[in-house]
C-alpha cells in the first residue's frame, strides 16, 4: 500500500531503540517514530516526529497522511516514576494510550484495514502473596495495587474491547500484547521502574563499581534480556491472527534473586560487592509481583521459547557485549 508505515511510539525508550534496530537492519521497514525525545539511531528511521502522544494534531496528521499496518505503542511512564507523580502517569499511560487507540480505529475508517497494535503490558498488572512461588497464569491475581499496574491493566481490557467488540461505530484494532518480566539490555540503563536493580547492578559491576540495592537478596523476580523480547514482539506480531486465542500472553526467561544475579556476576568479576538500601516503597512493589510466570499459552499459541537462561545470558550476551 502507498506509503504504507509501521508507527513507533516511545522510540528512545529501551524497547523502542532495538525494535527500531530490527525493523530497519532486518526487515527493511518504513518506520514512523514519535518521541519527546530523540532516538539514538534516529538514521534508521524514515520520519522521527518530536512530540507527545498527547498532542493529537500531531496524531490527526499521521493519520492523514499514512496507511498505517502497525502500531508499536511503548510510550509509558514507569512503575516507580508512576507512585511518584500519579497524574504524569495517568496522562500518559491512559490518556495517550487512548489516543494511540483511537488513531488506530481511524485508520480502520479511513483506510478499510485493521491496524495491528502491539502494547507492552506487565507483570505489574498481578498481586500476589509475598514469597508466592506457583508459577503465576495469565487470568490469576489480576487486582494490581501499583498505580501501573493499574494503567497496564486498564488498557489492556479496553483494548481487548477495541479488538472484539470495536468502538460505537463498530470500526476495530487487532490488539496484541506481552505481559513482560523485568527486560535486562546491554545498550541502555533503564530509569524509573521497579525492576532495574538487575540491569544497574550489571551495568555497576562492569564499570568496576560496587552497586547499592534497593531491594533485599532474598527478592525475587521474573526477567528476559533485550533479544528474547524483541523476538517475543517479532513473533507475536507475525502469527496469524485465527492461532492466538488470547490478546494476552505472559513470557518469561529465568526467576534469580538479587544474591542469585549477584552470584553470577562474582564468576565474572568476583570482586563485585553489593550492599543493600532498601527503598520501602520499591521493595512492596517488588513483593507484590509474582516470582514466577506461567508462560505456556505463548508457548502453544505462537511457539515462544526463549534463547537465554541466567547462565547463557550473561555469558552470551551480557559480558560478551559489554566487554566489546
Known amino acids: 500500500m502507498k506509503n504504507s508505515i509501521i508507527l513507533i511510539s516511545g522510540a528512545s525508550g529501551e524497547i523502542g531503540e532495538n525494535l527500531i534496530d530490527y525493523f530497519s537492519n532486518i526487515e527493511k521497514r518504513k518506520i514512523i517514530a514519535i ?22 494534531e500531531i496524531l490527526n496528521k499521521i493519520n492523514e497522511e499514512y496507511v498505517i499496518e502497525e502500531i508499536y505503542h511503548l510510550a509509558a511512564v514507569l512503575s516507580t516514576t508512576a507512585e511518584q507523580n500519579k497524574k504524569l502517569a495517568q496522562n500518559v499511560n491512559i490518556d495517550g494510550t487512548n489516543n494511540l487507540f483511537n488513531l488506530a480505529l481511524s485508520q480502520n475508517l479511513k483506510n478499510n484495514i485493521i491496524t495491528k497494535f502491539f502494547f507492552p503490558s506487565s507483570i505489574a498488572v498481578y498481586n500476589v502473596k509475598k514469597n508466592y512461588t506457583i508459577p503465576v497464569s495469565e487470568n490469576k491475581f489480576c487486582n494490581p495495587k501499583t498505580t501501573y ?30 505481559r513482560f518480566p523485568g527486560i535486562i539490555s546491554i545498550n541502555s540503563m533503564p530509569s524509573g521502574g521497579t525492576s532495574d536493580y538487575a540491569p544497574e547492578m550489571i551495568h555497576s559491576a ?42 494476552i500472553y505472559n513470557i518469561t526467561s529465568f526467576s534469580p534473586s538479587v544474591k542469585d544475579f549477584l552470584k553470577t556476576i562474582q564468576k565474572k568479576l568476583p570482586e563485585f560487592k553489593i550492599n543493600y538500601v532498601i527503598d ?8 507484590q509481583w509474582p516470582n514466577f ?3 505456556k499459552n505463548a508457548k502453544n499459541d505462537w511457539k515462544w521459547n526463549p534463547k537465554y537462561d541466567l547462565e547463557s545470558a550473561f555469558n552470551n550476551y551480557i559480558f560478551k557485549n559489554l566487554e566489546n
Open 35 to 56: 518521541d519527546i525525545n530523540k532516538p539514538k539511531n534516529q538514521s534508521n528511521i524514515f520520519k522521527f516526529i518530536k512530540g507527545s502522544i498527547l498532542n493529537t
Open 293 to 295: 510466570i506461567d508462560d
Open 280 to 287: 520501602k516503597m520499591r521493595e512492596d512493589i517488588v513483593n
Open 149 to 178: 499496574g493499574q494503567h497496564k491493566l486498564f488498557c489492556e481490557n479496553l483494548g481487548i474491547a477495541f479488538d472484539k467488540y470495536g468502538n460505537n461505530q463498530n470500526f476495530k484494532i487487532d490488539f496484541r500484547s506481552i
Open 206 to 247: 562492569i564499570k568496576n563499581k560496587n552497586y547499592s540495592c534497593f531491594v533485599s537478596e532474598k527478592s525475587r523476580l521474573p526477567f528476559i534480556v533485550m533479544p528474547d523480547a524483541i523476538e517475543a514482539i517479532v513473533k507475536i506480531m507475525t502469527t496469524p491472527k485465527k492461532k492466538l486465542k488470547n490478546n
